[in-house]
């Protein structure tokens, strides 16, 4: 499974940004899928997991603002970022597996490249 994550940019606290990644391979429809993120000089952290089912799991600091929701038809997850801050700033990775408790914990096997959003106050 290769995962390939894009839409990242720099937004204005307050504004909108979505994130995309792209999963090869037949299997995405039966893997979790999850997006963490690290900021400069702190350790990289869950922000949103969804099971195959489309059950959903959040950090408590985006929950209300941000959704993760999937397309199996696509083989793409996204995480919808709403009312971004300032402390939002991070490189965000999707990752996957095929056990919704490895793709929190971070210890899934599929990693993207990471894509960097940069929120402006």
């Known amino acids: 499974v290769q995962l390939q994550a894009s839409g990242g940019g720099l937004v204005q606290a307050g504004g909108s940004l979505r994130l995309s990644c792209a999963a090869s391979g037949s299997i995405f429809s039966v893997y979790a899928m999850g997006w963490h993120r690290q900021a400069q000089g702190k350790q990289r952290e869950l922000v949103a997991a969804?099971?195959?089912?489309?059950?959903?799991k959040y950090a408590d600091s985006v929950k209300g603002r941000f959704t993760i929701s999937r397309d199996n038809m696509k083989n793409t997850v996204y995480l919808q970022l709403s009312s971004p801050k300032p402390d939002d700033t991070a490189v965000y990775y999707c990752?996957?597996?095929?056990?919704?408790?490895?793709?929190?914990?971070?210890?899934?096997?599929?990693w993207g490249q990471g894509t960097l959003v940069t929120v402006s106050s």
């Open positions: 969804i099971t195959r089912g489309g059950n959903t």
């Open positions: 990752n996957a597996g095929p056990y919704i408790n490895t793709v929190v914990a971070g210890t899934s096997p599929y």
